[in-house]
């Protein structure tokens, strides 16, 4: 076999393992069990977090939250698929809550690459959804037309969103996106801008292979037990 052949399904061989690695995470349901055996009456909120995201002005947001008295129970589902999101937020920051506007389906693969635009009258939206660059990667563009600072674009997954930084023209937002799944307790909403250097009550959540359930119990001392659901 000459090399160019040998070249050639080495490529193949490398093609057929990522398309399989992708068709095991995308509509694989995960769900995450928060259990409060704390005193404490308050919001348990789940966002993700990567300190490694090569992404200017990236802001974390909380992604699910809802309210929770103690010995309550509250079970949260989602599947790995990703979407552009954006919305007019104003000056972004901790605190401001983010509704978004709109929500477009994406891959990792395919349907990688989207651009906002203002076409009208302070009209924003998402236009030229396409594959474009690198597989792995999400591609955000902001055209000419997009003002400084008032809006805020990025990515959610189950269509919430999960990461924005504030919209500008001219600009390439590139999103290589790896799950790294938080909880905290205390006083939240869904799509609040959270300061994720500042929240102390928290803990990792890790789901070792083939586990797609996940129990996080507050205990009354207010420290975490993690662990496989039971």
């Not at 999101?85 to 994406?106: C, H, M, R, S």
């Not at 799944?181 to 990792?204: C, N």
Request: net charge negative.
């Amino acid at each position: 076999m000459n090399r160019s052949m040998q070249a050639v399904r080495a490529a193949l061989g490398v093609l057929l393992i990522v398309s399989v690695a992708f068709a095991l995470c995308y509509g694989t349901e995960y769900t995450l069990i928060f259990k409060n055996e704390s005193s404490n009456l308050g919001d348990v909120c789940v966002y993700q977090h990567d300190p490694d995201m090569a992404v200017q002005d990236v802001m974390s947001l909380a992604w699910f939250a809802k309210g929770a008295a103690p010995t309550t129970t509250v079970t949260f589902t989602w599947s790995i698929d990703y979407c552009f999101v954006w919305d007019e937020t104003g000056v972004l920051k901790p605190g401001v809550v983010f509704e978004a506007a709109q929500v477009w389906d994406a891959d990792l693969q395919n349907l990688n690459c989207v651009t906002l635009t203002v076409p009208k009258d302070g009209i924003y939206t998402f236009t030229d959804l396409k594959h474009c660059g690198n597989a792995g990667n999400l591609y955000i563009f902001g055209d000419r037309t997009v003002p400084v600072r008032q809006a805020a674009v990025g990515i959610g997954m189950a269509g919430k969103p999960t990461h924005v930084a504030p919209a500008q023209p001219n600009f390439e937002w590139v999103y290589t996106p790896k799950p790294l799944y938080w909880i905290t307790f205390g006083d939240f909403e869904p799509g609040v801008i959270l300061d994720v250097e500042t929240i102390s009550l928290k803990a990792a959540i890790h789901f070792p292979p083939n586990v797609y359930s996940m129990t996080a119990i507050l205990n009354a001392d207010n420290t975490w037990t993690i662990q496989p659901t039971q």
